[in-house]
C-alpha cells in the first residue's frame, strides 16, 4: 500500500479553470503538508494541516484553498489557475516536527 | 529569517568516488536538520537526520554531522554508486516550530558507471 498517495499524477489545463488534486495517508499521522517545487527545483511549503486545523499558510494566494474533510486526507483546489501556477505539487505527511513521507507529486501545466 | 544554503550543482562522480555535498544555515534556536533524497519522477524521501549539535546522522552509508559551530550540516558518502544519482536536498525545522520545513535549493548528484 502506498503511505502517501496523491492524484492526479500529471494535470494539463487551460488558464483560468479550476482544478483540485486530492492526497491521503495511510500511516496515521496527525499532520499533512502541501509543498510546491518549482520549475528549478525549488521547494517552498504551502500549507500544513494538523488533525484537520490548519496550522501554516504561507503567503499563498488565495486562490489556492486547502480542505482536509478527515485526518487521512488534505486536498488541494486551485481557482482561476495561471500560468505561474505551473509546478510540481507535493502532499506530505508527518507526525509534527517535520514531514517524513512524499507523496509523488502531481506534476501541473498550466496552457 | 531561517535559510539553508546548499552547493551549486550538478556533481559528477565516478562511481566509487567520495561524496561531500556542502550544507550551511542560518536559523534562530536549535533547528533539527535534515537530508532528503529525490530520485527521478518521484517524491522526497527521508534520508537522515540530526536533532541537536554534535549528533550524526547516517542511512545508507550516507551520513552527516550537526555541526553548530559552523552552522554546516554537510552530506558524506564514501563510495557512491550510480543508483545515488539523484536531487538531495538539506532542510532544517523553521524556527516557528510548527513543522514547517525550509529547504536549499537542491543539489543534483550524477553518478557515472
Known amino acids: 500500500d502506498t503511505a502517501v498517495s496523491q492524484t492526479p499524477k500529471y494535470l494539463v489545463t487551460q488558464m483560468g479553470n479550476d482544478k483540485s488534486i486530492k492526497c491521503e495517508q495511510n500511516?496515521?499521522?496527525?499532520?499533512m503538508y502541501w509543498y510546491k517545487q518549482d520549475s528549478k527545483k525549488f521547494l517552498k511549503i504551502m500549507f500544513s494541516?494538523?488533525?484537520?486545523?490548519?496550522?501554516i499558510n504561507e503567503t499563498v494566494p488565495n486562490r489556492f484553498s486547502p480542505k482536509s474533510p478527515d485526518k487521512a486526507h488534505l486536498n488541494l483546489h486551485i481557482n482561476s489557475l495561471e500560468l505561474g501556477d505551473s509546478a510540481v505539487y507535493f502532499c506530505?505527511?508527518?507526525?509534527?516536527?517535520?514531514?517524513?513521507?512524499f507523496g509523488n507529486g502531481t506534476r501541473l501545466t498550466v496552457t | 529569517g531561517d535559510s539553508v544554503t546548499q552547493m551549486e550543482g550538478p556533481v559528477t562522480l565516478s562511481e566509487e568516488a567520495f561524496l561531500t555535498i556542502n550544507c550551511t544555515y542560518t536559523?534562530?534556536?536549535?533547528?533539527?536538520l535534515f537530508w532528503y533524497v529525490q530520485y527521478p519522477g518521484e517524491g522526497l524521501q527521508l534520508l537522515l537526520k540530526?536533532?541537536?549539535?554534535?549528533d550524526k546522522g547516517s542511512n545508507k552509508g550516507f551520513e552527516a554531522t550537526y555541526r553548530k559551530e559552523t552552522t554546516s550540516f554537510h552530506l558524506e558518502k564514501g563510495s557512491v554508486q550510480v543508483s545515488d544519482s539523484a536531487v538531495y536536498f538539506c532542510?532544517?525545522?523553521?524556527?516557528?516550530?510548527?513543522?514547517?520545513?525550509?529547504f536549499g535549493q537542491g543539489t543534483t548528484l550524477q553518478v557515472k558507471p
Open positions: 506530505a505527511t508527518g507526525t509534527g516536527e517535520s514531514p517524513l513521507h
Open positions: 500511516l496515521g499521522h496527525d499532520t
Open positions: 494541516y494538523n488533525n484537520k486545523e490548519l496550522i
Open positions: 536559523a534562530t534556536g536549535y533547528p533539527s
Open positions: 540530526a536533532t541537536k549539535a554534535d
Open positions: 532542510a532544517l525545522t523553521g524556527s516557528s516550530n510548527t513543522g514547517k520545513l525550509i
